[in-house]
């Protein structure tokens, strides 16, 4: 989809829809166009079709004029930036069951902050344009081609471009993630993923890959990542993509995602029922790889590290068993008393990995609980950190984003729960599962400022829904773009 900016005479431009966000009490621009229809706006609000409740929209058909319909937005005194994004949304949704080929979004009201206001609506549509494509699925492309962003004044012309372009590449970004996530786990594989990868890098100069094979990993002595692979046919890859768009003495921010292509459990094998959303077990890489996408397309100016560490958790003859202790990278030794608590194996050795980049700051993103969906629900990321700056960022990240996240203590109470007789440490404790999962990547990740994001909540929904969801690359984005606008 097409997005730009325009400030000309609202009624002069060519296009078949005009969304419009207003309350009861009618914006300047929802009066002009009230006027316009010969009260058509204030009649609908007379009749209470139209409430004027942030998020309800009234799809108004004319057959006269040139916009052959209006999409009522409601906007109420009350606006949070969820409902802000919510609202956009919906508009989305209805404009999108519609034939309407070309949309005009009117600016005023939702928002003040036009550059932010054009992201969310530019960040949405593309999102609400995206479906799922492959394994014999054909979605019908949407009639919508175009969105124009429109606003009264002049001065605001520059700021809603560079929030459609913002807004674009982060959709974009997030459905990149959306669809990796949503492939079946016998397409996307480790393979699958390094050559996604691969192609990533492609005529990009700012960008290159380079994959780990097992052989790698092995010289490295990754034998906690590698432990959770042996049971597999699907061979490990530890992917690493390197952005480079800040100069080379600019420490980089390095991503780190989960990709367990899928997660049986392993001999610790999980229970049948909904087993098949264990192939949304690599959302966390995923997440990296729709930033990164993003990244490529704003060209912001930063250095940015993302490692994938991409295995398939099965059970097998040769697979690790409960009571094996493996030796991670940084020779710590594990004792893995359950095997399905795999992601935290194959991140400590990646984060000690990450080590040798030099990083400013690491971030870890993992479906690594289910603790978390009880603690937070579906709403709501997981985060723990050892920065109290960097933990204040990537909320306000979220904040800002509507991609929003909590923070959990990572206290020494909590880390004494994973000790255990044979090893360093046990790959299981007792009760806070997130909280003992994030204390056992802490002992990792003790060299630099991390943070840890628990999305097993938040990356993919379940039921008639059922799909990945792009998140949190909104929040890794906007905490990134806010460390680009330093350099
Ligand atoms: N990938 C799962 C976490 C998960 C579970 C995400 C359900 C989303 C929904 C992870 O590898 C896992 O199995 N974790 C275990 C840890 C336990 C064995 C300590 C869990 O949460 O049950
Ligand atoms: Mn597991
Ligand atoms: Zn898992």
């Given at each position: 989809m097409?997005?730009?900016a325009?400030?000309?005479?609202?009624?002069?431009?060519?296009?078949?829809?005009?969304i419009?966000?207003?309350?009861?009490?009618?914006?300047?621009?929802?009066?002009?166009?009230?006027?316009a229809?010969?009260?058509?706006?204030?009649?609908?609000?007379?009749?209470?079709?139209?409430?004027?409740?942030?998020?309800?929209?009234?799809?108004?058909?004319?057959?006269?004029?040139?916009?052959?319909?209006?999409?009522?937005?409601g906007?109420?005194?009350?606006?949070?930036?969820?409902k802000?994004?919510?609202a956009?949304?919906?508009?989305?949704?209805?404009?999108?069951?519609?034939?309407?080929?070309?949309?005009?979004?009117?600016?005023?009201?939702?928002?003040?902050d036009?550059?932010?206001?054009?992201?969310?609506?530019?960040?949405?549509?593309?999102t609400a344009?995206y479906?799922?494509?492959?394994?014999?699925?054909?979605?019908t492309?949407?009639?919508?081609?175009?969105?124009?962003?429109?606003?009264?004044?002049?001065?605001?012309?520059?700021?809603?471009?560079?929030?459609?372009?913002?807004?674009?590449?982060?959709?974009n970004?997030?459905?990149?993630?959306r669809?990796?996530?949503?492939?079946?786990?016998?397409?996307?594989?480790?393979?699958?993923?390094?050559?996604?990868?691969?192609?990533l890098?492609?005529?990009q100069?700012?960008?290159?890959?380079?994959?780990?094979?097992?052989?790698?990993m092995?010289?490295?002595?990754?034998?906690?990542?590698?432990s959770?692979?042996a049971?597999?046919?699907?061979?490990?890859?530890?992917?690493?993509?390197?952005?480079?768009?800040?100069a080379?003495?600019?420490k980089?921010?390095?991503?780190?995602?989960?990709?367990?292509?899928?997660?049986?459990?392993?001999?610790?094998?999980?229970?049948?029922r909904?087993?098949?959303?264990?192939?949304f077990?690599?959302?966390?890489?995923?997440?990296?790889?729709?930033?990164?996408?993003?990244?490529?397309?704003?060209?912001?100016?930063?250095?940015?590290?993302?490692?994938?560490?991409?295995?398939?958790?099965?059970?097998?003859?040769?697979?690790?068993?409960?009571?094996?202790v493996?030796?991670?990278?940084?020779?710590?030794?594990?004792?893995?008393?359950?095997?399905?608590?795999?992601?935290?194996?194959?991140?400590?050795?990646?984060?000690?990995?990450?080590?040798?980049?030099?990083?400013?700051?690491?971030?870890?993103?993992?479906?690594?609980?289910g603790?978390?969906?009880?603690?937070?629900?579906?709403?709501?990321?997981?985060l723990?950190?050892?920065?109290?700056?960097?933990?204040?960022q990537?909320?306000?990240?979220?904040?800002?984003?509507?991609?929003?996240?909590?923070?959990?203590?990572?206290?020494?109470?909590?880390?004494?729960?994973?000790?255990?007789?044979?090893?360093?440490?046990a790959?299981?404790?007792?009760?806070?599962?997130?909280?003992?999962?994030?204390?056992?990547?802490?002992?990792?990740?003790?060299?630099?400022?991390?943070?840890?994001?628990?999305?097993?909540?938040?990356?993919?929904?379940?039921?008639?829904?059922?799909?990945?969801?792009?998140?949190?690359?909104?929040?890794?984005?906007?905490?990134?773009?806010?460390?680009?606008?330093?350099?």
């Amino acid at each position: 989809m097409e997005f730009n900016a325009s400030t000309a005479n609202l009624l002069k431009i060519k296009a078949d829809s005009l969304i419009l966000p207003t309350g009861l009490e009618l914006t300047t621009t929802a009066k002009e166009i009230d006027d316009a229809l010969d009260g058509a706006i204030t009649s609908l609000i007379e009749s209470k079709d139209f409430t004027g409740k942030t998020g309800q929209c009234s799809l108004l058909h004319r057959t006269e004029g040139h916009f052959k319909r209006i999409v009522l937005v409601g906007i109420d005194s009350a606006n949070t930036t969820q409902k802000v994004i919510s609202a956009v949304e919906s508009a989305a949704t209805v404009i999108l069951k519609t034939p309407s080929k070309k949309a005009v979004w009117v600016a005023d009201g939702l928002s003040n902050d036009h550059q932010w206001l054009a992201s969310i609506v530019a960040r949405s549509f593309s999102t609400a344009t995206y479906a799922y494509a492959g394994t014999g699925i054909k979605p019908t492309p949407k009639t919508l081609k175009a969105l124009t962003f429109w606003s009264a004044a002049k001065k605001d012309s520059s700021a809603a471009k560079t929030g459609l372009a913002y807004g674009t590449a982060l959709g974009n970004g997030m459905n990149v993630a959306r669809q990796l996530g949503n492939l079946p786990a016998n397409i996307c594989t480790p393979n699958y993923l390094a050559s996604q990868a691969k192609k990533l890098a492609k005529d990009q100069p700012n960008l290159t890959t380079t994959v780990l094979k097992e052989a790698d990993m092995k010289e490295l002595k990754m034998g906690s990542l590698l432990s959770v692979s042996a049971g597999s046919v699907e061979p490990a890859n530890l992917i690493v993509m390197n952005y480079k768009g800040a100069a080379s003495n600019v420490k980089p921010i390095v991503l780190v995602g989960k990709a367990v292509t899928f997660d049986t459990g392993g001999i610790s094998l999980k229970p049948g029922r909904g087993m098949d959303e264990m192939k949304f077990d690599m959302c966390g890489g995923a997440s990296v790889f729709g930033v990164i996408n993003a990244l490529l397309a704003t060209n912001l100016s930063v250095n940015v590290i993302g490692i994938v560490p991409a295995v398939e958790n099965m059970p097998a003859g040769n697979a690790t068993k409960p009571g094996d202790v493996v030796t991670s990278m940084s020779g710590q030794t594990i004792e893995v008393l359950n095997t399905d608590a795999e992601g935290r194996l194959i991140l400590c050795d990646a984060l000690t990995y990450a080590g040798r980049f030099k990083p400013d700051t690491v971030i870890d993103i993992a479906t690594l609980t289910g603790a978390v969906i009880g603690a937070l629900g579906k709403v709501t990321s997981g985060l723990l950190s050892n920065d109290d700056d960097l933990a204040e960022q990537l909320l306000d990240g979220g904040t800002r984003s509507g991609d929003r996240a909590w923070r959990l203590p990572l206290w020494e109470e909590y880390d004494k729960q994973i000790k255990s007789n044979f090893a360093d440490m046990a790959n299981i404790g007792g009760e806070a599962g997130t909280i003992t999962a994030a204390c056992f990547l802490s002992r990792f990740t003790k060299s630099y400022k991390w943070a840890h994001l628990d999305i097993a909540g938040t990356a993919w929904l379940s039921g008639a829904q059922k799909g990945a969801t792009g998140r949190p690359v909104p929040m890794l984005m906007e905490y990134i773009r806010s460390k680009a606008s330093e350099n």
